[in-house]
């Protein structure tokens, strides 16, 4: 497949946590994507892909950046600077929703929260979806923990989104939800089977939290994941 190419500026730039870059990249002229997809980002002989993290509709393209010690694109982004310029590839990708009003769980694991926001935003500003949406965000220490703030945000504004953050290796004076989210999980599935669940995160609790599923009688159908 022929991957189209565009041209985007760094418009804002910050730390999510100790290891995690939000970029806010100028959006492409008629550059349409799906909530859900990813791009790719290109930087002479590094080539990375990162979902994106804001809406469709937003006007613009913002990424959710895991830096990982050492590695190549990493270092780029952790030096590069407002007002530079990147070269992005067109939206791929087939983790992403529909229009149809129906109840949905999400189950994220660190930077793979980026697709489920574009997901879970657009479902409830913008289709105005009113069937319950909910999201299960697992990360190991306190520290590790982004973007609860906006979370607080949309379940304080919309009645039908509810979330749980649970860490797998939190401190003693942690006071929320602990264990890993395949552990977590049960509690919230077992009047649930005719919803759709969508998983992204690492291989290990997409494997995990799928086979949970499937052992607690989801249909295979209804589950979609995309591996970080």
């Known amino acids: 497949m022929e991957i189209n190419k565009y041209k985007s500026s760094i418009i804002k730039k910050e730390n999510l946590n100790s290891d995690t870059i939000y970029l806010q990249l100028k959006k492409p002229e008629n550059y349409d994507f799906l909530p859900g997809q990813f791009l790719q980002t290109f930087f002479e002989d590094v080539k990375r892909s990162y979902s994106i993290f ?3 509709s937003s006007e613009t393209l913002d990424l959710c950046i ?3 010690e050492g590695g190549k ?3 780029i982004f952790k030096n590069i600077s407002v007002g530079e310029e990147i070269t992005i590839s067109s939206p791929m990708g087939h983790f992403i929703i529909t229009e149809e009003d129906i109840e949905r769980t999400y189950i994220a694991t660190g930077s793979g929260l980026a697709p489920v926001v574009s997901m879970i935003k657009t479902s ?3 289709y105005g979806h009113k069937s ?3 999201l299960l965000f697992g990360l190991r220490h306190e520290e590790n923990i982004f973007y609860k703030t906006e979370l607080e945000e949309l379940s304080a504004q919309y009645p039908n989104f509810s979330f749980d953050i649970t860490l797998s ?3 003693e004076n942690w006071k929320g939800n602990s264990g890993r989210v395949s552990v977590y999980l049960p509690e919230k599935i077992v009047t ?3 919803n759709h669940f969508f998983l992204c995160g690492s291989p290990e609790m997409v494997k995990d939290v799928r086979k949970l599923l499937i052992e607690n009688d989801v249909d295979m159908k209804n589950i979609k994941f995309e591996i970080f």
């Open 192 to 194: 649930r089977k005719n």
């Open 124 to 126: 409830l500003e913008d």
């Open 54 to 56: 804001s809406k469709p």
């Open 132 to 134: 319950k949406i909910y």
């Open 73 to 75: 694109a990493s270092e």
């Open 169 to 171: 290796r939190p401190s």
């Open 66 to 68: 895991k830096c990982l």
